[in-house]
């Protein structure tokens, strides 16, 4: 599956993974999460950190990333981060919509993993109670999927997984 993140910086082909742990961390402070790399078949990393194709597979402790053993998946993975500067008592969200604009109950099989960022994050009182929390998640979409975030800034990005081709756009 292709990788692409969405960000207060955009959106971008491929996800980052924290270098020293080799894993990726969504969320932060005390319910941040990481999902590690599936050592029997790593996904491939280049020298800054950056994975641009990998396949989520269930271990009995969550997920992992491992190297995509499909050459025509339809599907890809989405990193969701909606943490941007610190803002006051913002809430940053993302909701996802399908192809007929449906934003009920399907979404649950299209989360792979989400994590917050508590207010335990920040060593300043005064920040932490200014950022009330942020939702951050990894998601598997599939072709006509709609993502829309909310970042902790206020603004809003819409994004539409068109094809394997095409890949993730702004709307």
Avoid at 7 to 26: A, C, Q, S, V, Y
Avoid at 28 to 41: D, E, P, R, T, V
């Amino acid at each position: 599956m292709k990788v692409f993140t969405i960000n207060h910086f955009g959106l971008r082909k491929g996800m980052k993974l924290d270098l020293f742990e080799n894993n990726l961390h969504i969320g932060a402070g005390s319910a941040s999460k990481k999902i590690c790399l599936f050592k029997k078949n790593l996904p491939e990393v280049d020298k800054h950190g950056f994975v641009y194709e990998a396949f989520p597979v269930r271990t009995a402790n969550g997920f992992v990333l491992a190297k995509p053993n499909r050459l025509n998946d339809e599907r890809v993975l989405v990193l969701v981060m909606t943490r941007d500067r610190v803002s006051d008592k913002a809430i940053g969200r993302w909701t996802l919509q399908d192809s007929e604009k449906n934003s009920s109950f399907f979404w649950q099989e299209k989360v792979i993993e989400k994590a917050t960022g508590p207010k335990d994050f920040y060593f300043s009182p005064q920040l932490a109670d200014k950022n009330v929390a942020w939702n951050d998640a990894l998601l598997k979409l599939l072709p006509g999927d709609i993502v829309i975030v909310k970042f902790t800034n206020g603004k809003k990005m819409i994004c539409k997984y068109e094809s394997v081709e095409k890949g993730l756009i702004i709307c």
